[in-house]
């Protein structure tokens, strides 16, 4: 199975600061057939599903904010917010979905600092 | 637009079975890889199962395998997840979850509870 480890498991940042958080896998997720990574981006609120943020690693969703962005190739990603907002705050994981099983970070946790 | 709806949650005693349903609408569901995802108390998201368009292709997380089946009826747009011999440590909210390339359409979820 794919290890996926997030860093930092939370972190607190001021309203339109930049926020980054990182997350590696244990084995390459690029897909060589289609010079891909099979990496994507999710943020859950409290109460909530996770929502698509992010897919193939930097590939933003429609309708997401251009505050949002990722990138990384290989084994090693980030998801970076360029300027924090107050919505923003939640929680935030990667999964691969190179294999299954599909695997997750365990989180890392958003706030206002 | 898009819906999932999940259902047959709820609280069973170690052992027990409960049969958990997603009703898929707005889509070309019979077109659509569907999975299956929980979420524990105050934890993080954890893949469950997958099957595939046409259901003759599945896959489960270990430690679920031989205990979870997956299953779907296209002809009436249900996923399916049947939970035997469930344990204490299945307790979770459980998605239903549609998409190839990460999963952009989620249900709101169903509760399961596994306590004696």
């Known amino acids: 199975d794919i290890v996926m480890t997030q860093s930092p498991d939370s972190l607190a940042v001021s309203l339109g600061e930049r926020a980054t958080i990182t997350c590696k896998s244990s084995?390459?997720?690029?897909?060589?057939?289609?010079?891909?990574?099979?990496l994507a981006w999710y943020q859950q609120k409290p109460g909530q599903p996770p929502n698509l943020l992010i897919s193939w690693a930097s590939s933003r969703e429609s309708g997401v904010p251009d505050r949002f962005s990722g990138s990384g190739s290989g084994t090693d990603f980030t998801l970076t917010i360029s300027s924090l907002q107050a919505e923003d705050v939640a929680v935030y994981y990667c999964?691969?979905?190179?294999?299954?099983?599909?695997?997750f970070g365990q989180g890392t946790r958003v706030e206002i600092k | 637009q898009v819906q999932l709806v999940e259902s047959g949650g709820g609280v069973v005693q170690p052992g027990g079975s409960l049969r958990l349903s997603c009703a898929a609408s707005g889509f070309t569901f019979r077109s659509s890889v569907m999975h299956w995802v929980r979420q524990a108390p105050g934890k993080g998201l954890e893949w469950v199962a997958v099957?595939?368009?046409?259901?003759?292709?599945?896959n489960f997380v270990d430690s679920v395998r031989g205990r979870f089946t997956i299953s779907r009826d296209n002809s009436k747009n249900i996923l399916y997840l049947q939970m035997n011999s469930l344990r204490v440590e299945d307790t979770a909210v459980y998605y239903c979850a549609k998409g190839a390339d990460g999963y952009k359409y989620w249900g709101q979820g169903t509760l399961v509870t596994v306590s004696s």
């Open positions: 999964q691969q979905y190179y294999s299954t099983p599909q695997t």
């Open positions: 099957i595939s368009y046409d259901g003759n292709n599945k």
């Open positions: 084995q390459s997720v690029l897909y060589r057939s289609n010079n891909k990574n099979h």
